[in-house]
């Protein structure tokens, strides 16, 4: 192991185990489409070709020096998508995919659902969602097992053959992805607009499915192989729905499984890693309710509210505003790298990563996105 | 055809309607999802 990532790995170790580290992780969160489009090439066409999506990955970990790769070839299911016909993921006109707000599940199903949230997932929701069951009711949980099977082997090792290329850290890794049941029935169930609706009309039924949905969200997790000695194993979950309800809402409704699946994940031995999406600043007490360490990314709260509010225990990441990157001068990119680390950078507990996500070309000032790395290292270091 | 279950090339292109874009890449990785298909569904024995 090269002495550059055997220091970046001490650096995650030593965050992941409660002790300051040597200076803080300067880390990005990207699409491979914004790769994609940053080198030319186009989403219509070449979103679908591996090999091009592990070159502009090389290509661009080549060009910034973050922690762990910049970008991964694998971070699509582009062809999955288009193969069983995902009504969530619906490329544009342009080929990039959007999530549209649908509800496979009408109101008055509830019960239907509550009774077995299993069962009618297989049975309603998957076939409503992929258009592939139209035509093949018989076929399409074969169909779609063999386009994750082919798609997956595809990007297989791609991940760490950049790593050891370019000397990224390698001991922490997503392995997998789980969701808030809240979050999972609004997202995936109801909608974004009906579940809002569903929780003044039904509250009973609401609280009901959201005990089935993280009875399922917890067996899918038992589910997973056990953690990789030696590494640590994180599940990302992206919370969406809270920071748009009352936090009374939140205490009755979200909070209750939400924090029952944070323990499943714990217990099974992977760090839950949590996007906190949008302004969860009026929810930020409740997070000294939550068990053990998480690793937390914040998009809005500003810094100052965050020292306060959350425990040390956890791991804080995100909070450099994405708007910086984008479009800011230089001085006041380090300039606020400087007035963040100021504030978070004692407790010893933090990931410097942009609140956004890089999803398109447009998104992407290079050069900025250089300085903001320097300017953690130079600041960072304790 | 729709109720055929390895499908070849052309009648991929067609039960997806696939552009001459998707005709590049997209279609190779169908075609070898045809083919993972094929060989989950005739491993029965």
């Known amino acids: 192991m090269s002495t550059k990532k055997e220091e970046r790995n001490q650096i995650f170790t030593d965050l992941f185990t409660g002790k300051r580290p040597s200076r803080i992780p300067v880390t990005l969160t990207m699409n491979i489409e914004a ?6 090439y186009s989403m219509l066409r070449d979103l679908y070709n591996s090999k091009l999506c592990y070159e502009v990955a090389d290509r661009l970990a080549a060009e910034l020096d973050s922690d762990l790769i910049p970008v ?11 193969y069983v016909k995902n009504q969530f993921m619906v490329p544009g006109n342009d080929g990039f995919f959007q999530h549209p707000d649908i509800s496979p599940m009408e109101v008055d199903e509830y019960p239907e659902f509550n009774k077995n949230p299993f069962e009618f997932i297989v049975n309603k929701i998957v076939p409503r969602v992929n258009k592939v069951f139209d035509t093949e009711p018989d076929l399409g949980y074969i169909r779609m097992a063999a386009a994750k099977k082919v798609v997956n082997e595809q990007y297989i090792g791609m991940n760490q053959k950049l790593s050891d290329k370019h000397e990224r850290g390698d001991v922490s890794k997503i392995i997998a992805g789980a969701f808030a049941p809240f979050d999972y029935i609004a997202d995936y169930i109801r909608s974004f607009s009906t579940m809002m609706l569903d929780m003044r009309r039904r509250p009973d039924w609401v609280l009901e499915a959201c005990e089935g949905a993280l009875a399922y969200e917890v067996s899918k997790i038992q589910a997973l192989p056990d953690p990789q000695s030696g590494v640590f194993s994180e599940v990302f979950l992206p919370l969406h729905m809270a920071p748009y309800m009352r936090t009374k809402d939140v205490e009755k409704f979200y909070w209750p499984t939400y924090k029952k699946i944070i323990r499943a994940i714990q217990e099974k031995g992977f760090i839950p890693h949590v996007f906190y ?3 969860w600043s009026p929810h930020l007490d409740l997070l000294e309710d939550m068990p053990g360490m998480h690793v937390a990314k914040f998009e ?10 959350v425990p040390s225990r956890n791991v804080i990441s995100g909070v450099y505003p994405f708007s910086i990157i984008r479009s800011g001068k230089k001085q006041e990119v380090i300039d606020e790298a400087k007035r963040i680390i100021d504030i978070l950078g004692p407790g010893g507990n933090l990931i410097l990563n942009p609140n956004k996500r890089f999803i398109r070309a447009a998104d992407l000032n290079v050069e900025n996105i250089r300085t903001f790395i320097e300017s953690v290292r130079e600041y960072g270091t304790y | 055809m729709d109720n055929k279950i ?3 090339r052309e009648e ?4 997806y309607n696939l552009s001459e874009e ?3 890449y997209l279609l190779d990785v169908f075609e070898k999802i045809e083919q993972e298909v094929f060989k989950m569904l005739s491993s029965h024995l």
Do not use: F
Request: glycine fraction near 2%; hydrophobic fraction near 40%; charge should be negative.
């Open chain 1, 72 to 82: 991964s070839p694998a971070s699509t299911n582009a062809a999955v998508h288009r």
């Open chain 2, 6 to 8: 390895v499908r070849t």
């Open chain 2, 22 to 24: 998707d005709q590049v």
């Open chain 1, 35 to 40: 790769a994609l489009e940053y080198y030319g």
């Open chain 1, 300 to 309: 809005s709260p500003a810094p100052e509210l965050l020292a306060k509010k």
């Open chain 1, 277 to 279: 999406e949008n302004d």
């Open chain 2, 12 to 15: 991929l292109i067609e039960a």
